[in-house]
């Protein structure tokens, strides 16, 4: 026989455990994190974390705020950690009751918490940053932002996606005051190597070549901050022939090459 023939106690577990994973704090946290981030990995994770609980989630998305997702996920650890503790006394009552009452119930919740937790930890990473064309952002990059001159010509500005401990960040190669030497149309400066930190602005125009690893362009930077009083000019080394100088080994600039094109088709 056995020693508890009352399986009300357990029974009344079960049911604290799928009212506190049903209480909508799954939902709202599961959704936040969908609707802050464009990693469309972590969306499918939450998804696959709602079916599990057979909710439905909203993944509308809303903005990037990585910040958020990271208390989301916070708080979703906390509410599972308070389920698996009310299992572990399920586990602890069980050997005294007849596993006709439960063991149905007992095999179905532990098959749910473990599926919760491995989802959890799926979600525990850092997110894919995006730009605003939603291409995916890695290190090595070549980006470029939208920018309009003092005349209001539009022009793209280049730089490289770098790594940091502080998150991705654009080294960019800029000049201050310019000049222009007598009878010489074309401006010119001393040129600055910069980092800012990466925002979606910063869109993606060529990944790493096969031939270059990253390391390559990491060392081509720190080489040319060395440089001192590097001449910038706008049409033989500009912020694009840097660029394409610390990205691939070859300074080019596809927009002086556009422009001497337009003005070479109206001579004809």
Not at 5 to 11: Q, R
Not at 251 to 267: A, F, G, H, L, N
Request: neutral net charge; aromatic residues 8%; contains cysteine.
């Amino acid at each position: 026989m056995t020693k508890n023939p009352n399986p009300a106690k357990v029974l009344h577990l079960f049911a604290d455990i799928q009212d506190h994973l049903q209480n909508r704090v799954f939902c709202h946290e599961l959704s936040q994190i969908a609707r802050h981030t464009k990693d469309k990995e972590i969306i499918s994770f939450c998804k696959d974390a709602a079916k599990c609980l057979e909710i439905e989630i909203d993944t509308n998305f809303s903005k990037l705020e990585h910040e958020q997702c990271a208390r989301s996920l916070k708080t979703l650890f906390s509410h599972l950690k308070w389920a698996k503790e009310r299992f572990d006394q399920i586990i602890t009552l069980k050997s005294d009751l007849n596993s006709k009452w439960i063991e149905s119930t007992f095999k179905a919740t532990e098959m749910q918490l473990l599926d919760l937790s491995n989802y959890l930890t799926l979600l525990d990473r850092e997110h894919d940053i995006h730009d605003n064309n939603d291409i995916v952002v890695k290190i090595g990059d070549l980006v470029a932002v939208k920018c309009v001159e003092e005349n209001g010509k539009d022009y793209d500005h280049y730089g490289v996606v770098i790594a940091s401990s502080k998150g991705f960040r654009v080294a960019h190669f800029f000049t201050g005051h310019t000049v222009k030497a007598q009878n010489n149309l074309i401006e010119k400066g001393f040129g600055y190597i910069h980092e800012l930190p990466y925002s979606s602005e910063w869109t993606v125009r060529s990944r790493i070549p096969v031939s270059v690893t990253y390391s390559q362009i990491e060392e081509r930077i720190k080489e040319s901050r060395k440089m001192s009083k590097r001449v910038w000019n706008k049409l033989s080394y500009n912020c694009e022939h840097w660029a394409r100088e610390m990205h691939t080994g070859v300074p080019d600039c596809t927009q002086v090459s556009k422009w001497k094109d337009e003005i070479r088709d109206r001579k004809k």
